[in-house]
Nanobody, 125 residues
């Protein structure tokens, strides 16, 4: 059974940095696409970034491009999200997700089969 467990969230001042981790277990993830989504209070869950577990292209939402970086450590089965130059509008619960049959719709929530429970990121102004 696939499990995704996020960690690393917290409270940070605007302009600061955080690194989120997502520990993945339950199967081999080669061939999967992994993504990060976020959901702010009163808003829909939105795409942040995605990467193929086996490597290759990465994708970013325009709102985080140049500030956030997605990466993975195959040996540790862990996905990361490095967030720099954080803004108050980045405040949200951040979710890790896994797509077992990647298709071009990498930003669509329905493309992902497994989800973590999320980790809260709060950016103060």
């Amino acid at each position: 059974q696939v499990q995704l467990v996020e960690s690393g969230g917290g409270l940070v001042q605007a302009g600061g940095s955080l690194r989120l981790s997502c520990a993945a277990s339950g199967r081999t993830f080669s061939g999967y696409r992994m993504g990060w989504f976020r959901q702010a209070p009163g808003k829909e869950r939105e795409f942040v970034t995605a990467i193929r577990w086996s490597g290759g292209a990465t994708f970013y939402a325009d709102s985080v491009k140049g500030r956030f970086t997605i990466s993975r450590d195959n040996a540790k089965n862990t996905l990361y999200l490095q967030m720099n130059s954080l803004k108050p509008e980045d405040t949200a619960v951040y979710y890790c997700a896994a797509d077992r049959s990647p298709n071009p719709a990498f930003s669509r929530r329905s493309s992902y089969d497994y989800w973590g429970r999320g980790t809260q990121v709060t950016v103060s102004s």
